[in-house]
């Protein structure tokens, strides 16, 4: 009689429920700052545990903990930071998005754990999810609202790039970026093509890192920073209108409404481009984009993550002529619509 007992399944199992531990020692990581501490060099085991003023109980288990999540290489008792951390996890650097993750150490991993709550309610767990409310308005401190921006800028370094690189820019001459940050995605673009103009348009709040960013990247006389709340104010009039990591956060009526001021906003043949981790169609595959969305259960009164077959019918419904879904990154993708 062949065994019933499936190891393999169980022990996946199990590694998916206590997850949460590797999460956390990442956290603890970042918050610690033992990635850039690390920089682009290594550091002996001890010294190093001394510069992050760690207990010696559990500081060698937590280090070596790093490098078997692959975040940390050690040889000897030599510590160093992988590729993948080293680009992404050392604070100095414009790809860093260690930010991201700053606010999951407090209130969005006590979110997460009213996850049952939220599906049996249909409601948020965050206070602070009021129906009109933006991203920044809980990050009050300018500091904590710069790290965010960073973060976010990061956490789209790759998308940008492949933006830059794959959507047929020289057919336009002026683009914005709607919710645009401190302007990462703009200086992007229009650093890849000189004849582009355009800016970003945000919540006033990012107005002073949108200005330093792109002044830092010799763009000023080509991009500008347009001031505005989303779903009250009209969206700048540009031959190409991006939407990045955007529609998620708003209700069904909501991404309408937005869509079709994006679709008036446009010159005639003008492009909308909505790019970000989409749900597959067949809602089977893509984990992260099912994960966004009940984040957005979670953050937002409505928000929900959406599939390109979706999108594609909201952009025809307000007008589109012509639509079409693309691969931009790994795990990112783009939809286009023609006006």
Same mark, same amino acid.
């Not at 429920?17 to 956390?24: L, N, T």
């Not at 893509?286 to 993550?305: R, V, Y």
């Given at each position: ?30 918050? *610690?700052g ?44 030599r ?7 080293? *680009? ?63 973060? *976010? ?15 047929p ?22 650093s890849? #093509? ?84 989409? *749900?597959?169609?067949?809602?089977k ?10 984040a957005?259960?979670? #953050? ?16 025809a ?18 939809i286009?619509?023609?006006?």
């Amino acid at each position: 009689m062949q065994n019933s007992w499936d190891q393999d399944g169980a022990d996946a199992i199990v590694r998916l429920g206590m997850g949460y531990r590797a999460s956390h020692a990442l956290l603890s990581a970042i918050e *610690i700052g033992v990635f850039t501490e690390l920089a682009d060099h290594e550091i002996e085991g001890e010294i190093l545990i001394g510069r992050l003023e760690l207990h010696p109980r559990g500081a060698r288990d937590f280090l070596d903990t790093l490098v078997a999540l692959k975040l940390l290489k050690r040889e000897g008792t030599r510590y160093a930071n992988t590729p993948a951390a080293g *680009i992404y996890l050392d604070c100095t650097k414009p790809s860093y998005i260690g930010g991201l993750f700053e606010p999951e150490n407090g209130r969005m991993h006590a979110d997460w754990d009213s996850l049952t709550a939220a599906l049996r309610s249909g409601r948020p767990r965050s206070a602070s999810a009021e129906p009109n409310a933006h991203p920044y308005a809980p990050l009050h401190d300018p500091a904590k609202l710069e790290i965010f921006l960073s973060a *976010i800028s990061g956490a789209n370094w790759h998308a940008a790039h492949a933006l830059a690189e794959r959507f047929p820019w020289g057919d336009y001459r002026q683009f914005v970026d709607i919710g645009a940050g401190q302007g990462a995605l703009c200086s992007s673009i229009a650093s890849a #093509h000189e004849h582009l103009s355009g800016g970003g348009f945000d919540f006033p709040e990012a107005r002073p890192s949108f200005e330093r960013h792109v002044a830092r990247q010799s763009l000023s006389h080509r991009l500008r920073f347009y001031p505005g709340f989303l779903l009250e104010d009209p969206l700048p009039p540009a031959d190409v209108l991006v939407f990045g990591d955007l529609l998620c956060h708003w209700n069904l009526d909501q991404k309408k409404l937005l869509l079709g001021k994006a679709y008036h906003a446009l010159t005639d043949e003008g492009a909308l481009i909505v790019h970000g981790t989409l *749900i597959d169609d067949d809602r089977k595959d893509n984990i992260t984009g099912l994960l966004d969305s009940l984040a957005m259960l979670l #953050h937002t009164p409505g928000g929900f993550e959406f599939t390109g077959v979706e999108c594609s019918a909201w952009m025809a419904e307000v007008g589109f002529r012509e639509t079409s879904v693309q691969r931009l990154t790994e795990s990112e993708f783009m939809i286009v619509g023609i006006k």
